[in-house]
């Protein structure tokens, strides 16, 4: 479903990725394992057209999409959960979801995701009229994930929904995850915290100083003897 | 002693030239607000507006409000242009670049006004010149009433524009954060260049309804910046209500400075309220936190 292929990064002078090469299958749960400063939020910023990568190329369904601007790449289906959210606070929650939904393909099917999103965070409905920025840090994470999918995508990138939250807010957003999988949408999540990250992921990639250091099945990578040392501290 | 009505009528004069103001202020807010640019060239579609209409009435001797649709495409279409061939390019550059590209501008349209219709003032011709309408014993003119309601008029559609239409929702949220806006499927490039139409269509409003009330000429353009930054400021970057309060405050101050201390003082009072709220406020009326 995604491909990317050996693509190079770089803010200014600076090279962030180097050579990172990523293949995402329909139906999974991927998770992009990294330390702070690794590259895990350039990396999902190139994959939704936010940065060009110099060189390499990334494919969704065949297709090259590192050319496209970033509202054609919400188009073809990725969406994207920006790290801290990044709600839009003078707004209310209903206008904020709605935002998400305003691709012409989208906004023939409003009503429905909506819908969708109410019945996955009924607190949203409860709140719709308030504004963003008055929500708790768990509803704010809700509503980031919500106005993502109201796109309806097939692909859904996360960066970081554990910051700020803790143990059982994301435990609702771990299993909310694992109920947007099940209807059907591939999920590739950006994660620091290990725990939640070997909770979900089918598979594992280690990014480290904007290298793949490290990939893999999760029982694979529970294995790693990099990984133990480096995350999961034994 | 100056009489009661006198200073009524000064207020409205101060209301009247407020509403240019708002209609030039809050062009130039959206556009601060969606893109960040700053747009020095932003009084030059006001005194295009208002030449337009100037031109088309003269030349056909018609009613000159019947031309505000054409002040507004031509002032819009070229407010486009700038964005286009221009802030376009050079957007998140430093703001030096966009200074000098729209004192570019700025060169380009005064001149080309020249060319088109003098340097000479000029001042659209209205049927409703020597027409007053006696509220509660002082003269509101004609034109006066009809600049009043027009602003209303624009003010109210543009306000239901940015907080109901789902193109103001997203200009909204472009200006609340960008990079989110592009995330979630936004066309940002469509959005900005939507916000410099919004803009250059009020800025025709305002420069045809000022023909008539005040006078034009192809070098008027920069104070109406000035002003217009200056109201920004004043009122609160980012906000558009802060630009329209600001606007006739600012307006009011100003007809005020002006009967009471001479011409002279007009600009110095609204750059000492300026200087005042920036010390008191800086982040300016209506401006939030920091
Ligand atoms: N806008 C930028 N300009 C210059 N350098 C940047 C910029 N954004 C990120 N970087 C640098 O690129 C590298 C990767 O940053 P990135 O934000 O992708 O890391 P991350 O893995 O998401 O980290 P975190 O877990 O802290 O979010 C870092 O060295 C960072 O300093
Ligand atoms: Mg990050």
């Known amino acids: 479903m995604l491909e990317v292929n050996q693509i190079n990064v770089f803010y200014g002078d600076l090279q962030a990725l180097w050579g990172v090469s990523l293949r995402v299958e329909e139906g999974e749960k991927v998770v992009l394992l990294g330390s702070n400063g690794a590259g895990k939020t350039t990396l999902l910023k190139t994959i939704s057209g936010l940065l060009r990568p110099k060189s390499g190329e990334i494919r969704f369904f065949g297709e090259r999409i590192d050319r496209l601007p970033p509202y054609k790449i919400v188009e073809k289906g990725i969406s994207h959960v920006p790290e801290g959210r990044r709600l839009f606070p003078d707004m209310t929650v209903l206008e904020n979801l709605m935002l998400g939904a305003y691709t012409p393909e989208a906004e023939k099917r409003m009503g429905d995701m909506l819908e969708r999103v109410y019945n996955m965070f009924p607190i949203l409905r409860e709140r719709r009229n308030q504004l963003a920025e008055t929500l708790s840090g768990g509803e704010q994470q809700m509503l980031a994930i919500g106005r993502a999918l109201m796109s309806n995508p097939k692909l859904l990138l996360l960066d970081e929904p554990s910051t700020g939250l803790g143990p059982i807010p994301m435990e609702k957003v771990l299993n909310v995850l694992e109920q947007i999988n099940k209807e059907g949408v591939t999920i590739l999540l950006v994660e620091q915290n290990v725990h939640y990250a070997l909770k979900l992921a089918e598979r594992v990639y280690l990014l480290e100083n904007g290298r793949i250091v490290a990939s893999g099945s999760r029982d694979e990578i529970v294995k790693d003897e990099k990984i133990k040392k480096a995350y999961i501290g034994i | ?290």
């Open chain 2, 1 to 290: 002693m100056i009489g009661g009505s006198i200073i009524i009528q000064v207020l409205v004069w101060g209301i009247i030239l407020g509403c240019i103001y708002a209609l030039a202020a809050s062009g130039f807010s959206l556009i601060f607000g969606v893109t960040k640019v700053i747009n020095l060239a932003h009084g030059e579609l006001i005194m295009i507006g208002g030449y337009v209409s100037f031109w088309l009435a003269v030349l056909t001797g018609l009613n000159p409000y019947l031309f505000i649709p054409l002040a507004v495409a031509v002032s819009s279409v070229i407010s486009i242009v700038f964005y286009s061939l221009g802030f376009h390019k050079i957007m998140g550059a430093e703001k030096l670049r966009e200074a000098f590209l729209a004192i570019g501008f700025t060169y380009v349209i005064e001149n080309m006004a020249v060319l088109m219709w003098k340097e000479d003032t000029r001042v659209v011709p209205s049927p409703y010149r020597q027409q007053f309408i006696v509220v509660g014993g002082f003269n509101l003119g004609v034109d006066q009433l009809i600049t009043i309601a027009g602003t209303a008029i624009v003010l109210l559609a543009f306000f239901f524009f940015i907080m109901k239409t789902k193109w103001g929702k997203m200009a909204r949220a472009v200006s609340q954060n960008r990079e989110a806006a592009m995330m979630i499927g936004v066309n940002v490039v469509r959005i900005d260049m939507l916000t410099f139409a919004v803009s250059g269509a009020m800025a025709g409003v305002g420069g045809a309804l000022l023909g008539v009330i005040l006078y034009l000429n192809p070098y008027m353009g920069l104070g109406l910046t000035i002003m217009a930054f200056t109201i920004v400021v004043f009122g609160g970057m980012g906000s558009i209500l802060g630009a329209v309060v600001g606007a006739i405050i600012l307006g009011i101050a100003q007809q005020y400075a002006v009967f009471f201390l001479g011409g002279e003082w007009s600009y110095a009072v609204a750059f000492a309220l300026l200087i005042l709220i920036l010390v008191l406020r800086p982040q300016g009326l209506f401006g939030g936190g920091g």
